[in-house]
């Protein structure tokens, strides 16, 4: 057990840090403390308070490690059922007002406040009276249960992440169920002895997808952390190499335009030909350090009320004539409008569609598509090039990294644009991609984030009206 209070309380921990602002990982992080919880009952039970006894531990401080004991064990029967019905909510919605939200946590409390008044109090043979309890414990955790199932994921690259959650959350809670509430109303008890295997089992699915596909976004916190801190860097590093070559190649400049003058006035025709060469290099040089500055510098975002699905129109009609043999198929949601900055989100968008026109060497297809679900619009960005491996997927949203070679003019600097432009508005850029399979671009709008707003059409008047 001292293995299952560790590991619990590890992944609690890393769950609640992850995104404390998240209510998913708010219960989520409680259903993992609180089958702690109970390891830590189990713990005191076993090996903690007989050997306080046996050393002689005076009788006060054996009382309060006993009402420890008491206190995780029943926080753990009591917490774990209401913990995950209200993570099973908060992962896949229920549409409700505002004030329904807020009700529905304190209704749940009623058994449990109900359970703590008027049933027998702890002790160590019932730490709760199970044949009571087992009424709304077990329908909780199978409501939760169903919840979580139903979840649907229209995209493939965040069902891996969704089924991970199920095979690491799912089994242990349900075996939980049986062994902790089921069984014991019926009369056997301590039968929780044998939860070690099958939360063992939940930890191990739990390790492996935290570093394989991510977990409850815990993988895409640490990715968005190293791409943060690097583009941090690059920032820093090209505004301090801005300011020093601007300001020698502008005394090249002026030197060479002086030399210019002079090579015309005495006719000097070799001279004037090796200093036009002079002068074009350094215009070349500023001209691409400005490229590059533009790309890193930190971005100030103009945000305004835009329809998303005319946004996307207006900038695929600029890459209109560079299509000719791709083939556009477009499924735009209509009528969403987010407050988003319209500049930055057009050319992270138009960095994309310029990415997968080359990735496809001008032919193929091309597939843009706005969707929604119940709190984000997703613009999908698919082609059908191609495709990267694995190990070049891990690294294309690292600064001037690039998968195209023989090309000057391309920095590496697309991706992190988009990726930073995404960030900027509390949103998420992801990809997926495999040899052979093209590559597929999602740019994630929490709608909450962007005060995405539908607006019905009225197709009679051509209007739209917001409900």
Same mark, same amino acid.
Request: charged share 20%; glycine share 6%; net charge positive.
């Given at each position: 057990?001292?293995?299952?209070?560790?590991?619990?309380?590890?992944?609690?921990?890393?769950?609640?840090?992850?995104?404390?602002?998240?209510?998913?990982?708010?219960?989520? $992080?409680?259903?993992?403390?609180?089958?702690?919880?109970?390891?830590?009952?189990?713990?005191?039970?076993?090996?903690?308070?007989?050997?306080?006894? +046996?050393?002689?531990?005076?009788?006060?401080?054996?009382?309060?490690?006993?009402?420890?004991?008491?206190?995780?064990?029943?926080?753990?029967?009591?917490?774990?059922?209401?913990?995950?019905?209200? @993570?099973?909510?908060?992962?896949?919605?229920?549409?409700?007002?505002?004030?329904?939200?807020?009700?529905?946590?304190?209704?749940?409390?009623?058994?449990?406040?109900?359970?703590?008044?008027?049933?027998?109090?702890?002790?160590? &043979?019932?730490?709760?009276?199970?044949?009571?309890?087992?009424?709304?414990?077990?329908?909780?955790?199978?409501? $939760?249960?169903?919840?979580?199932?139903?979840?649907?994921?229209?995209?493939?690259?965040?069902?891996?992440?969704?089924? &991970?959650?199920?095979?690491?959350?799912?089994?242990?809670?349900?075996?939980?169920?049986?062994?902790?509430?089921?069984?014991?109303?019926?009369?056997?008890?301590?039968?929780?002895?044998?939860?070690?295997?099958?939360?063992?089992? $939940?930890?191990?699915?739990?390790?492996?997808?935290?570093?394989?596909?991510?977990?409850?976004?815990?993988?895409?916190?640490?990715?968005?952390?190293? @791409?943060?801190?690097?583009?941090?860097?690059?920032?820093?590093?090209?505004?301090?190499?801005?300011?020093?070559?601007?300001?020698?190649?502008?005394?090249?400049?002026?030197?060479?335009?002086?030399?210019?003058?002079?090579?015309?006035?005495?006719?000097?025709?070799?001279?004037?030909?090796?200093?036009?060469?002079?002068?074009?290099?350094?215009?070349?040089?500023? +001209?691409?350090?400005?490229?590059?500055?533009?790309?890193?510098?930190?971005?100030?975002?103009?945000?305004?009320?835009?329809?998303?699905?005319?946004? !996307?129109?207006?900038?695929?009609?600029?890459?209109?004539?560079?299509?000719?043999?791709?083939?556009?198929?477009?499924?735009?949601?209509?009528?969403?409008?987010?407050? !988003? +900055?319209?500049?930055?989100?057009?050319?992270?968008?138009?960095?994309?569609?310029?990415?997968?026109?080359?990735?496809?060497?001008?032919?193929?297809?091309?597939? !843009?598509?706005?969707?929604?679900?119940?709190?984000?619009?997703?613009?999908?960005?698919?082609?059908? $090039?191609?495709?990267?491996?694995?190990?070049?997927?891990?690294?294309?949203?690292?600064?001037?990294?690039?998968?195209?070679?023989?090309?000057?003019?391309?920095?590496?600097?697309?991706?992190?644009?988009?990726?930073?432009?995404?960030?900027?508005?509390?949103?998420?850029?992801?990809?997926?991609?495999?040899?052979?399979?093209?590559?597929?671009?999602?740019?994630?709008?929490?709608?909450?984030?962007?005060?995405?707003?539908?607006?019905?059409?009225?197709?009679?008047?051509?209007?739209?009206?917001?409900?």
């Amino acid at each position: 057990m001292l293995f299952v209070l560790i590991a619990l309380w590890t992944i609690a921990a890393i769950v609640w840090f992850s995104d404390r602002r998240a209510a998913v990982n708010r219960w989520l $992080g409680a259903v993992a403390f609180s089958g702690g919880a109970g390891a830590l009952a189990a713990v005191l039970d076993q090996y903690i308070l007989p050997a306080a006894a +046996d050393a002689g531990m005076n009788e006060v401080a054996q009382q309060l490690l006993y009402r420890l004991q008491a206190a995780a064990s029943v926080f753990s029967y009591y917490g774990l059922p209401y913990a995950f019905v209200l @993570f099973a909510i908060a992962y896949r919605p229920v549409r409700l007002s505002e004030r329904q939200g807020q009700l529905i946590p304190l209704l749940l409390l009623v058994p449990i406040i109900g359970c703590l008044i008027f049933t027998p109090p702890y002790n160590e &043979i019932y730490p709760i009276t199970f044949r009571v309890v087992v009424w709304w414990a077990v329908p909780y955790i199978l409501y $939760g249960t169903v919840q979580v199932l139903l979840k649907r994921q229209l995209y493939a690259s965040f069902s891996r992440t969704h089924w &991970i959650v199920c095979s690491a959350v799912l089994p242990p809670v349900m075996f939980s169920m049986v062994m902790n509430y089921v069984l014991p109303s019926f009369g056997h008890l301590r039968m929780w002895v044998y939860n070690t295997w099958i939360v063992g089992l $939940g930890v191990t699915v739990f390790v492996v997808g935290l570093f394989t596909y991510g977990f409850m976004g815990v993988r895409i916190l640490v990715d968005r952390r190293r @791409f943060d801190t690097t583009l941090r860097a690059v920032t820093s590093g090209t505004a301090i190499l801005n300011h020093a070559i601007k300001n020698d190649a502008g005394k090249m400049r002026l030197f060479s335009e002086k030399i210019r003058a002079y090579a015309v006035e005495t006719n000097q025709r070799e001279l004037l030909a090796d200093i036009e060469t002079v002068l074009h290099a350094t215009r070349h040089m500023q +001209d691409m350090l400005q490229r590059v500055h533009r790309r890193t510098e930190d971005l100030e975002l103009r945000a305004e009320a835009v329809d998303l699905s005319e946004l !996307i129109r207006q900038t695929l009609k600029a890459y209109e004539p560079v299509l000719e043999h791709v083939k556009l198929r477009c499924g735009l949601v209509e009528g969403w409008t987010c407050l !988003i +900055d319209p500049a930055q989100i057009s050319e992270a968008l138009g960095n994309l569609v310029s990415n997968a026109i080359e990735a496809m060497q001008g032919r193929g297809e091309l597939y !843009i598509h706005l969707t929604e679900t119940k709190r984000e619009l997703v613009i999908e960005i698919r082609d059908s $090039g191609p495709g990267m491996s694995k190990k070049e997927t891990a690294k294309v949203l690292e600064p001037f990294y690039t998968t195209k070679s023989g090309s000057s003019a391309n920095f590496g600097l697309g991706l992190p644009y988009a990726y930073h432009v995404m960030r900027k508005h509390r949103g998420m850029l992801m990809l997926r991609s495999k040899p052979g399979s093209g590559t597929s671009v999602y740019m994630t709008f929490p709608k909450k984030k962007v005060h995405a707003v539908r607006n019905r059409i009225n197709r009679r008047e051509g209007s739209k009206v917001n409900v």
